[in-house]
């Protein structure tokens, strides 16, 4: 039977779980949930995959790793966070003991003490941290899409457009490696627009992943596809997508 504390650790769990998820979209990364490794799951993981094919590279490589414990657990589970990060082969760890109990301190200190080892560099935060890394994220991302846009306007790249489009797209901002398409779309004046795949390519300066030519949902799936979010964060969404004809419509929703 759950408790009051048991729904706020889980509450907070969430909380923090979408703040990482979101921050390692800001920097560019393909986000994992659910990371699996052997004997378990990794948290969040941010992964990273060539624009271009890479030999003898047969997914994305896991650059940083999340655990995190946001409600009661002991020594054994934060050993545990360990060697799941460590399986899991990532370039930086960061292990979150998010929670206010009075015996959390000694806790933390105890896993201070854990991670200083070789491997794998592996880091101890609070719910503050995470907190921290978001805002600032936000505050970068938000600042970097204004004089992106800025920028575009000031080439003439822009044709007229409703000036309350723009703020909201630049709210939203977009980085990562296909920021270049949704700068694009951000300059384009049409309610609508009918693009071939190689057309995109030439926007983005790489080829698009197999799965663009495989799965008709890459290119609409917010959540698990970079591309996608690159058109919805510019203020479209794909409409149509023709595999067979490597083509897609999309329309202008903000």
């Avoid at 995470?130 to 992106?148: D, G, H, K």
């Avoid at 004046?189 to 030439?202: H, Q, W």
Wanted: aromatic share 8%; hydrophobic share 40%; with cysteine.
């Amino acid at each position: 039977m759950s408790t009051a504390g048991d729904r706020v650790a889980s509450e907070l769990n969430r909380e923090l779980t979408g703040m990482l998820v979101e921050s390692g979209r800001r920097f560019g990364f393909e986000i994992v949930l659910e990371y699996p490794v052997r004997g378990g799951r990794l948290d969040v993981v941010w992964t990273w995959a060539p624009a271009s094919p890479f030999p003898g590279l047969e997914r994305p490589v896991p650059v940083v790793g999340f655990e995190v414990e946001s409600s009661w657990r002991t020594r054994k589970h934060v050993k545990g966070d360990l060697l799941n990060l460590h399986d899991a082969g990532v370039g930086l760890g960061v292990i979150v003991l998010a929670g206010t109990d009075s015996k959390d301190e000694g806790l933390r200190r105890f896993a201070e003490l854990l991670v200083d080892r070789p491997g794998p560099t592996v880091l101890v935060w609070t719910a503050e941290d995470v907190r921290a890394l978001a805002e600032r994220c936000e505050s970068a991302y938000v600042t970097a899409s204004v004089s992106a846009v800025a920028a575009a306007a000031s080439l003439g790249e822009r044709p007229a457009a409703d000036p309350r489009e723009s703020s909201a797209a630049a709210a939203r901002g977009h980085s990562g490696k296909y920021a270049p398409l949704y700068r694009w779309l951000l300059a384009r004046g049409a309610s609508t627009l009918t693009l071939t795949f190689g057309e995109v390519e030439e926007v983005l300066g790489f080829p698009l992943p197999n799965s663009c030519r495989q799965h008709v949902p890459h290119w609409h799936s917010y959540d698990g596809s970079a591309v996608a979010r690159a058109i919805v964060d510019a203020g479209w969404k794909a409409s149509r997508v023709h595999l067979a004809d490597e083509e897609l419509t999309l329309v202008r929703t903000s």
